[in-house]
């Protein structure tokens, strides 16, 4: 299985589109991860097989990845509905400006929250959760988050289904009929980040340092 294949641990940084033996992403590399995707278990023998290339060659791609982070961890992906978490919910919250940390530190003590990501436009971030049923939603926002200091309102939106959920995607999967130009890393922000006709305005102090800590 691919998450036995190695015991290190994830390697440190690295540019961008590159992996640990300084070679630039290739198509080979994308189709490995294509196949893990579909199964992260699966086998080196039968990844190479898939792949079309040799177990030798799968095999150092693999460990490769893996050292330069490509790969970060192998998980689970299970039925949130079997398990007994058949409410999704979006909440979207306003934070006074200056306590990011203490929102950020109440936000770790509740284990229904699935994802959290800072956010442009009339909020300041976006939570997710999981739980067993509306109530459990309704305490969440009256009890504990508007309990909370620095969250200065919140607006909730009920997921009815979740039509695509992907694991991942691939730069491939968008131009798989368009020739490829070489990937290049990422420029560094500097200021204002123009984005055709849009303008990304740079997060304030208190949104920055959350970042630094994450």
Known sequence: MMSEISRNGVGGGGQPGRIGIGLELDDVHMKILEVLRENGRIS??????????????????????????????????????????GITALIFVTVRQQMWKQFRAELARMPEVEYCAITTGQHDAMIQVRVSDVAAVHTMVTDRLANIPAVKATETVFILDEVLKRPYVLPSDGDRDRPRSPRRP?????????????????????RAALRKDG
């Open 186 to 206: 990422a420029p560094e922000a500097q200021g204002d980040v123009p984005l055709g006709m849009m303008r990304f305005v740079g997060a304030a102090e208190g």
């Open 44 to 85: 080196v023998a039968a990844l190479a097989e898939r792949v079309g290339i040799s177990r030798a060659n799968a095999y150092t791609r693999f460990e490769a990845l893996r050292a330069d982070g490509a790969i970060k961890r192998f998980t689970a992906e299970i039925d949130h509905v079997r398990t007994g978490l």
